[in-house]
């Protein structure tokens, strides 16, 4: 299973490479599109808009108008308003959780590189089980018991991510640490913590950092799914998964409503993914 | 060969138990006390400490492991306090529905992605192998949920050619099963196609460039002929792989569009079991998927070793 999996990662890597010049424009557009996402999300409080947990029973799934600009969705809630304090919360989870396993992952995946060895295998095969549950079923299962907390959900999502990038930092140590500079560093009497934080650290983090982009994309998802099964944050909250999760529930009462709010939940998945290729050079 | 299989199957063997491992100790250690969960508002302190007594919980922890094991690898994986079902029953009843939702999914995907990654490799770099990449990486960025959502709205509620929920078993009526299947298939595999068709497609670039493709040219054979006969296996083995990792996905996928469009998988089982907080039946669920999904991977792992003989006695 180890090795299979890691060819790909390698492929995945490999193949943006061509796409960004190709897709100059769209990348820049992305670009941008990301930067207004964190600002918005950033600027929620200081912005003029309604509360988003405030009830209207009298506007309920109000269409668009100048005092709700994306209308109102079951229970008179303004939707531009979650949306964007949703962004909020998409977010955090999207970009706290791959932290916690650039992290360890990292650290796990370096040591288990340079060093070798019997806790290599031991690293390596305690991740092998972490990979054998489907990971939205150990996520499910996880948070059935934990309850449901935006902390919680931060932390399984976080190490759900371990085991990848423990793979793609081993995967470059490994090659790094048979290099000219490391073997010189050695000779020249170096300490083992230094050889790994001044020598091969910088030159791991790319490849992590690449990783983790996709990471942010791919965790905002997989928060969505779980908040969509009504898993994910506790209720008075919103984020982009529940959204999308009450305007199923709407569809056949206000087929207009849920269908622009969908296209809306999407578009802050598509430019986050597309922004992340480039950068994975 | 022989050699190969042993040395995974003595690999399963450590996985599998510490997945099971895992699993309990999801199941005992988190908060949250199964006796007060069943008792419910008639938990007295006398009837808790009965039950627990009756479930073996006052047990230290190590030696409670250890008795589920052996119940679990005698076939008793427990039985809900809810229903009264044992845990094989209900994921018996559920199982031919997701796989007959799955390997639907992973058709319709291999229905799309394959033809597709072959008109992309022919002429690949051309505007419409942009496009169709383009669109792949698109369509690799919409959750399940949302296409699930958009397909119900488009096929279910405006044109209304088919079920938006509901499902009639495939014994009783297999042309109503298929048509309650269409759309949860096609959601699943719309999410799935992209994976397939990038990997064929960069498979196929290089194949092209071989040797004997170019010979086959200048033998003057057709264009298909060199597509769909000579590139197309070679280029096939990293989709095997492909196909073994999916399943995660794929699985969770499952959950997601077993909710949506309210079929009676294992999918729904493990949510409904989560919150009715039912125990007995998420910790025998999460178990049974997590060893399925490692020997199905120990299975694909050993096609590919068959497809490729480099693996076998290569370094993996």
């Known amino acids: ?281 | 060969m022989a050699f190969f299989v042993a040395r995974r199957l003595l690999y399963l063997v450590p996985v599998l138990i510490a997945v099971s491992l895992l699993t309990f100790l999801i199941a005992s250690l988190l908060p949250g006390d199964l006796a007060y969960t069943i008792l419910g508002d008639q938990a007295t302190p006398e009837n808790v400490a009965a039950l627990r007594r009756d479930m073996g919980l006052d047990q230290p922890i190590w030696w409670r492991y250890l008795s589920w094991l052996g119940n679990v690898l005698q076939g008793d994986f427990g039985r809900s306090f809810r229903t009264g079902q044992t845990v094989l029953q209900a994921v018996a009843e559920r199982l031919p529905v997701s796989i007959e939702l799955m390997l639907l999914a992973q058709l319709g995907a291999l229905a799309i992605g394959v033809p597709l990654a072959i008109i992309c490799a022919a002429r690949s770099g051309g505007p419409f192998d942009r496009f169709m990449t383009g669109t792949a990486f698109g369509m690799l960025s919409v959750p399940t949920f949302l296409s699930a959502i958009l397909l119900i709205y488009f096929f279910a509620v405006e044109l209304r050619w088919l079920p938006a929920t509901g499902y009639v078993p495939f014994a009783e009526d297999p042309a109503g099963n298929l048509r309650f299947m269409v759309l949860p298939a096609l959601t699943l595999a719309l999410a799935e196609w992209p994976g397939i068709m990038r990997v064929l497609r960069s498979d196929m670039i290089a194949t092209l460039q071989e040797d004997y493709i170019a010979l086959a040219k200048a033998k003057g054979l057709k264009a298909s002929r060199i597509l769909f006969v000579h590139a197309l296996k070679p280029s096939s083995l990293t989709l095997v792989t492909i196909t073994g990792i999916n399943i995660g996905r794929l699985i969770g996928g499952t959950v997601i569009v077993e909710t949506i469009f309210a079929l009676p998988g294992i999918g729904r089982l493990l949510i409904g079991a989560i919150y009715t907080r039912d125990l007995i039946i998420l910790q025998g669920v999460v178990l049974l998927v997590g060893a399925g999904f490692v020997i199905v991977n120990f299975i694909v792992d050993l096609l590919y070793a068959v497809l490729d003989p480099r693996i076998r006695h290569g370094h993996a």
């Open chain 1, 1 to 281: 299973m180890a090795t299979l999996e890691l060819t790909i990662d390698e492929g995945v890597a490999a193949q943006p490479a061509k796409r960004g010049r190709r897709l100059g424009l769209l990348f820049w557009l992305a670009i941008g599109w990301m930067i207004f996402m964190f600002a918005v999300a950033i600027l929620a409080p200081v912005l003029p808009l309604p509360s988003p947990t405030d009830m209207d029973m009298l506007e309920r799934r109000a269409p668009f108008s100048m005092e709700h600009w994306l209308g109102t969705d079951g229970l008179g809630r303004d939707e531009l308003s979650r949306l964007i304090h949703g962004a909020r919360i998409s977010l955090v989870v999207g970009l706290c959780a791959p932290i916690i396993g650039l992290t360890l992952g990292g650290a796990l995946g370096m040591l288990a590189g340079y060093f070798r060895g019997r806790f290599e295998s031991l690293v390596v095969g305690s991740m092998d089980v972490l990979l054998a549950f489907p990971p939205l079923i150990l996520a499910l299962a996880v948070t059935a018991f934990l309850g449901q907390s935006i902390l919680n959900l931060t932390f399984i999502l976080g190490v759900l991510g371990i085991p990848a990038f423990m793979r793609v930092a081993r995967a470059a140590t490994l090659t790094l640490a048979r290099r000219e500079f490391v073997i010189a560093a050695q000779a020249l009497g170096a300490t083992h913590a230094r050889i790994l934080l001044r020598e091969l650290l910088p030159n791991v983090i790319l490849p992590l950092f690449a990783f983790f982009l996709l990471a942010v994309a791919v965790t905002i998802v997989v928060e969505g799914a779980l908040s969509f099964l009504g898993l994910g944050v506790p209720p008075p909250i919103s984020s982009w998964g529940t959204m999308i999760g009450e305007g199923r529930e709407s569809l056949d009462v206000a087929p207009g409503s849920p269908s622009c709010r969908r296209r809306r939940c999407s578009l802050p998945c598509f430019p986050s993914i597309w922004s992340a290729t480039p950068c994975a050079r």
